[in-house]
T-cell receptor, first 109, second 115 residues
Framework: QKEVEQNSGPLSVPEGAIASLNCTYSDRGSQSFFWYRQYSGKSPELIMFIYSNGDKEDGRFTAQLNKASQYVSLLIRDSQPSDSATYLCAAPGGQNFVFGPGTRLSVLP | KAGVTQTPRYLIKTRGQQVTLSCSPISGHRSVSWYQQTPGQGLQFLFEYFSETQRNKGNFPGRFSGRQFSNSRSEMNVSTLELGDSALYLC??????????????FGNGTRLTVT
């Protein structure tokens, strides 16, 4: 049974700081990982994916993958109050995706 | 390109009734997945359809069923509703190849309330 774990939070950071969101996974065979952002009352939206060891940057977002440690993270630079949301980590598991429970991020003005 | 469309957005039903939810995927996407989201349980996988075939099913009772049509549109049905079925039901479509080239794209969801 593939599992994806996240700290549920809430994680509170001041505006302008770096928010670091972490995710661990159980399946060493997992090749790719996805980060979704979900605002309260809304559906998840894809913000990044990563499939190679190392870092992948997209604007203020950086995804980091360490396959040896089975660890993937999402860094949000210059955090804004509009980044306040729940962030879900997901990994494909056959014909379905396995989602972590999500980390609730609160960016304080 | 239009996104994933789910109807209806909101539903209120009574215990014992049944309900049908509808999902139209992104054009060209052949895989449709359904998830249930509740505050305590997070996103729970219901089932996934590809080319009208159910390829995978989550750990839900038989009251939950689905189907996919030849145009990739999908429906989900819940019979004999229980209070615990109150949740946000999310449909997501993808190309269906199961790798980084085919992430899930979610619809706006159907909020079901069972009274």
């Amino acid at each position: 049974q593939k599992e994806v774990e996240q700290n549920s939070g809430p994680l509170s950071v001041p505006e302008g700081a770096i928010a670091s969101l972490n995710c661990t996974y159980s399946d060493r065979g997992s090749q790719s990982f996805f980060w979704y952002r979900q605002y309260s009352g809304k559906s998840p939206e894809l913000i990044m994916f990563i499939y190679s060891n190392g870092d992948k940057e997209d604007g203020r977002f950086t995804a980091q993958l360490n396959k040896a440690s089975q660890y993937v993270s999402l860094l949000i630079r210059d955090s804004q109050p509009s980044d306040s949301a729940t962030y879900l980590c997901a990994a494909p598991g056959g014909q379905n995706f396995v989602f972590g429970p999500g980390t609730r991020l609160s960016v304080l003005p | 390109k239009a996104g994933v469309t789910q109807t209806p957005r909101y539903l209120i039903k009574t215990r014992g009734q049944q309900v049908t939810l509808s999902c139209s995927p992104i054009s060209g996407h052949r895989s449709v997945s359904w998830y249930q989201q509740t505050p305590g349980q997070g996103l729970q996988f219901l089932f996934e359809y590809f080319s009208e075939t159910q390829r995978n099913k989550g750990n839900f009772p038989g009251r939950f069923s689905g189907r996919q049509f030849s145009n990739s549109r999908s429906e989900m049905n819940v019979s004999t509703l229980e209070l615990g079925d109150s949740a946000l039901y999310l449909c997501a479509s993808s190309l269906g190849s199961g790798d980084y080239n085919s992430p899930l794209h979610f619809g706006n969801g159907t909020r079901l309330t069972v009274t």
